[in-house]
């Protein structure tokens, strides 16, 4: 049973890792995207990133079980700044774990683990782990949700 228990925590946290890993390199790349919501930001992958509306300083409450949902984007050097991306709006945050978090206008930036392809924006305007997420413009500012489609005009 200890062995067994055992296997699945490094199963786990192997699968943690690829997520984090995927989303993360020595030196992350910030670039700008036109998706469903406009012109976002995304990591080199072309994954929209998201801020957390939780998060009231540089400083990452997202943790645990929200980080397995909303990787965060990690870097291991100095965050690079792609076309159309301010460099100067560009940071790092050292979250909990050690590890260094990008941030930009002062929001850590995550991924969504339902974004599965580059420029998808399956986290937009979502509500989990205590707040909304929100994909970001290249002003560092957050993309409102696009509003329900409804009423019309009628062509009788």
């Known amino acids: 049973m200890r062995f067994i228990r055992g296997l699945t925590i490094i199963v786990v946290v192997c699968a943690l890792t690829g997520t984090a890993g995927a989303a993360s390199g020595s030196q992350a790349l910030v670039k700008v995207r036109t998706t469903s919501l406009g012109k976002t930001l995304v990591a080199s992958n ?21 980080a397995t949902f909303w990787p965060p984007l990690l870097t291991t050097g100095t965050a690079k700044a792609g076309p159309g991306v301010t460099a100067s709006l560009l940071g790092t945050t050292h979250r909990t774990d050690g590890t260094v978090q990008v941030t930009y206008h002062g929001h850590p930036l995550y991924f969504f683990a339902k974004d599965t392809k580059a420029g998808q924006t399956n986290g937009e305007g979502l509500a989990a782990f205590g707040a909304k997420w929100f994909a970001l413009s290249p002003a560092g500012a957050k993309i409102p949700p696009p509003a329900a489609a409804g009423g019309g005009y009628g062509h009788g």
Do not use: H, I, P, Q
């Open 46 to 66: 072309g994954k929209t990133l998201y801020m957390f509306a939780r998060d009231k300083t540089t400083k990452s409450t997202c943790n645990g079980s929200c």
